[in-house]
């Protein structure tokens, strides 16, 4: 189910520069990142291309772990270079045609201080298969959301825009009031009360023939899937306004909606607090951008092919 099954058998992980067993890649329970969530991770996406096994925008997850880092001091010891060989060789050692590929780096194992003094920064790359985040039927039906009645924190309180481990207890608690709600996934607003993102997905609006999503300073992760998204849609003739502020009505009298991320691809939203958005299902545009999405991440057309790196 989880997809662990599988690398229990003979999986194996990075960690600190060596290959272990995946029942071996363990850490101390004093460990600073597990009591104060001072850790930086990507998820990335490698699929199963007519071309062999390639990672998606690899190069851009490596950049912004780099930088989630940065306010947190946390000092990633290893060049780019070393962890896209441990990356390649880690999806090349567990046998995968297609992968979930999990960098993190965070405070490791010295003191429990808040502070992290000497705590060193352990790095490790996991990889094991992971289908639709959202479930298959959602990439064709769309999902049922809810608006969260938690707000995301502000960029002033905590950087948004770096993926830390610690930020994920806000998503763990919309999404789950979403799901025990009986939604498939929540929406977050932001402090100002306008729309910011999915606990783990940007979000598209369309109205009218153009497409809107939330600004970088409106409290959301910079999505490379947002990016790659706003790149297709340009390529495709689409006005795109990527630095908007969407009002939270604005989502039920928009056309079509959909949630974009390495996790959950490109996932239409159907419908938003029981009121159903446009035709109920997934809107033309939609579709055609999440057909583009999966041409291009699986290799069907040659098109940006700077944004793979094979495995080989
Ligand atoms: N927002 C949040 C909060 C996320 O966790 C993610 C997933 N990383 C995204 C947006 C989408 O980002 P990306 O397309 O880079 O995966």
Redesign the pocket.
């Known amino acids: 189910m989880s997809g662990f099954e599988q690398m229990e058998e003979d999986g194996v992980v990075w960690m600190n520069g060596e290959y272990v067993d995946w029942e071996d890649a363990t850490t101390h329970v004093m460990t600073h990142a597990l009591h104060y969530g001072s850790g930086v991770f990507e998820?990335v996406r490698a699929y199963d291309t007519e071309k062999g096994t390639a990672i998606f925008r690899w190069d851009e997850h490596l950049d912004r772990l780099y930088e989630s880092a940065k306010p947190y001091d946390l000092d990633i010891e290893y060049e780019p270079e070393e962890l896209t060989e441990a990356t390649l060789e880690v999806v090349r050692r567990n046998d995968l045609d297609s992968a979930y590929i999990r960098p993190i780096a965070y405070y490791g194992y010295d003191s429990l201080g808040v502070s992290p003094g000497d705590c060193p920064t352990d790095v490790v790359i996991g990889a094991w298969p992971w289908g639709a985040y959202l479930g298959e039927d959602a990439l064709e039906n769309g999902v049922e959301v809810m608006v969260s009645s938690w707000r995301k924190h502000a960029s002033s309180q905590i950087p948004t825009n770096a993926?830390t481990t610690g930020l994920y207890v806000n998503?763990l608690l919309a999404g789950e009031e979403a799901r025990r709600n009986g939604y498939t996934e929540a929406i977050v607003l932001n402090k100002e009360g306008n729309v910011a993102?999915?606990?783990?997905?940007?979000i598209f609006l369309v109205r009218d023939g153009e497409i809107y999503t939330p600004g970088l300073s409106e409290s959301?992760?910079g999505?490379?899937?947002?990016d790659t998204v706003i790149t297709l849609a340009e390529e495709r003739g689409y006005e795109v306004h990527d630095d908007v502020s969407i009002s939270r009505g604005e989502l039920n009298t928009a056309d079509e909606l959909f949630f974009?991320?390495?996790?959950a691809e490109v996932t239409p939203i159907r419908q938003v607090d029981n009121v159903e958005i446009g035709n109920g299902g997934r809107g033309p545009v939609t579709e055609e951008l999440q057909t583009a999405f999966f041409d291009l991440v699986e290799r069907r057309t040659d098109e940006h092919d700077e944004w793979f790196t094979y495995v080989e």
């Open positions: 998820g993926k998503s993102e999915g606990p783990g997905e940007n959301i992760l999505g490379i899937t947002r974009t991320g390495s996790a």
